[in-house]
């Protein structure tokens, strides 16, 4: 078995304004990390366009059309202070989803062990009808929503670990018995979602807010009592990374001090989880991550496990 990247050149398309830290670089930098020769057996393939139907699975129509109408033909559209749409937006877009959703396709049917998906932009923020935080659509929502309704799955997992709260994912899930949903998260910080009171419809979402400052113990510790035990009870079918690195103690966006070593360790762990409930089969995501270097470093470490586990 192998791991399989996903990405695509247009990706890079989706351009911010200058100093934005949802940047060009940031998949630039990956990709040269992951040009290195210990990278050689992944399994590259090209993140599909997605078809108007996936989005749909999470978002209604009147929020696709939006996004379609909002990218403009130059220059640069802001859709809130954050967000923002260039010409390419929207290819790359649906490039970024259709990658997760050709991601389950491979794990679920075997023809790769677990898969990688270096698309931007990003997802986790993207609401029903709100895209916000750099997000246009909620990639992993949609890759459980598919892994559920096309797949005929029971129970998909979905772990967040990006610094900022998954809000997106967990608003597009709330009502998903079938998806469990974790996001560990500094806290306070924006958006200001992601309290342990917010359980979702069926007590299906579980958040973890870490203080500011705070490192890899209490996330491992964090993890280990509030996390991994819930995760053995479900027994999930497929496993979901959304995989920010910006919890990372070079991040210029937050104030948790992660090393590179605690993303190793958390990917190894739900990895070991996959392994023992779901044959291995983990789609992950990229997320945030802010920092190009330390956003490289983390990445290739964490496609280092997955290819460890597929060996």
């Known amino acids: 078995m192998t791991t399989a990247l996903y990405t695509h050149a247009e990706c890079l398309n989706h351009r911010t304004p200058a ?29 599909p366009l997605c078809e108007d139907a996936d989005i749909l699975l999470c978002h209604p129509q009147s929020h696709l059309d939006t996004i379609l109408a909002s990218e403009p033909e130059t220059g640069s559209r802001a859709l809130d202070a954050d967000t923002h749409m260039s010409p390419g937006s929207v290819l790359a877009a649906r490039r970024a989803v259709g990658g997760c ?60 670990f990006d610094v900022h709260h998954g809000n997106g994912t967990q608003a597009l899930l709330w009502n998903e018995a079938r998806a469990l949903f974790f996001s560990s998260h500094q806290n306070p910080l924006w958006p200001g979602t992601g309290m342990p009171e917010e359980t979702g419809g069926h007590n299906n979402v579980h958040n973890l807010p870490l203080p500011p400052h705070s490192d890899g113990r209490l996330m491992r510790a964090t993890y ?4 991994f035990p819930v995760i053995e009870r479900f027994k999930p079918q497929l496993l979901i990374i959304s995989a920010g690195f910006d919890a990372h103690m070079a991040d210029p966006l937050a104030q948790l001090n992660w090393a590179t070593d605690d993303f190793v360790w958390l990917t190894e762990k739900l990895c070991d989880l996959a392994e023992e409930h779901c044959e291995g089969r983990v789609v992950s995501t990229l997320e945030g991550g802010y920092d190009l270097s330390a956003l490289a470093a983390s990445v290739a470490a964490h496609v280092s496990v997955l290819m460890e586990k597929t060996a």
Do not use: W
């Open 19 to 47: 100093g934005h830290p949802e940047q060009v670089a940031r998949l630039e930098y990956i990709n040269d990390a992951l040009s290195a020769g210990m990278f050689d057996a992944l399994d590259r393939r090209e993140a």
């Open 224 to 227: 280990e009592a509030q996390v």
């Open 101 to 160: 959703i050709a991601a389950v396709d491979a794990v679920l049917s075997g023809e790769v062990g677990n898969a990688f998906v270096a698309c931007r932009p990003p997802g986790h923020h993207a609401e029903q009808s709100t895209p916000m935080g750099f997000c246009l659509f909620g990639n992993a929502a949609i890759a459980a929503k598919h892994s559920i309704e096309r797949h005929g799955l029971e129970r998909v997992a979905i772990v967040d």
